[in-house]
């Protein structure tokens, strides 16, 4: 049996797979160059956050509360490129909170 045809167009397919994967990262790559705000946006960034929140069961961190979840970094330094255990899952209110004392109030935290 002749498999040049079809080994071809599976190589075809491949190689277009990989050119588009490429031209998508790299849009990611210029998106997240604009910066944070717009980072956020992405689809990139979007499965890491959601990503975050199931690692975490859907629940707030420090509360434990299911509503309002937001994805927080605990550091920058991978910014654009963060493991998840860089990530962590936090209600709206904790990350107000966090966010304006940069750090959390012992009575808050569970």
Avoid: I
């Amino acid at each position: 049996m002749d498999y040049g045809l079809p080994l071809l167009l599976f190589l075809s397919l491949a190689l277009y797979g990989v050119v588009v994967w490429l031209q998508y990262e790299r849009l990611e790559r210029k998106l997240a160059q604009k910066g944070y705000r717009a980072y956020l946006s992405t689809r990139r960034w979007k499965r890491k956050a959601e990503e975050c929140k199931r690692r975490a069961g859907y629940r707030c961190a420090v509360c434990d509360s299911p509503q309002q979840l937001e994805c927080h970094h605990r550091s920058y330094k991978n910014l654009y490129n963060e493991p998840q255990s860089d990530l962590t899952c936090l209600c709206h209110s904790c990350h107000e909170l966090f966010s304006q004392n940069r750090r959390l109030h012992k009575a808050v935290v569970k």
